[in-house]
């Protein structure tokens, strides 16, 4: 069974309307992408779409009360809600450098929680 998906592209400032075609759950054809990214986005976003989180993250004595955080890779986007949960229901004590790594394995995806910006202790 055929089935056509429309996508506006996020891989790059382009924002190209693309088109996917898929045959029993395979992408049979991508058009409509400028750019190698296009497709690349295109055919992930049908068959295993992910997104990097960015999020804040609670911290005890610290200069600020809370941390900007990302996820060090992709997650799948149906464990957004799940890695969200998790870096809600924990605080981390400053100090904190940017880069560290503060939720090793969130959510059970295999990917790190990093901080984003250091805070000091006070």
Do not use: H, W
Request: hydrophobic residues 40%; proline residues 4%; contains cysteine.
């Amino acid at each position: 069974m055929k089935e056509k998906r429309e996508l506006t592209c996020i891989g790059c400032p382009m924002g190209c309307q693309i088109t996917v075609v898929l045959k029993d759950g395979l992408v049979t054809d991508v058009s409509g992408n400028t750019c190698k990214i296009g497709d690349t986005y295109a055919r992930e976003e049908v068959t295993n779409p992910r997104r990097t989180v960015t999020s804040i993250l609670k911290v005890v004595d610290g200069e600020l009360p809370v941390v900007s955080v990302k996820t060090g890779e992709t997650v799948p986007k149906d464990r957004i809600f799940a890695v969200m949960e998790e870096i809600n229901s924990i605080s981390v004590e400053a100090p904190v450098s940017i880069g560290q790594v503060l939720i090793e394995n969130v959510a059970d995806t295999g990917v790190s929680v990093v901080a984003t910006r250091e805070i000091k202790k006070v």
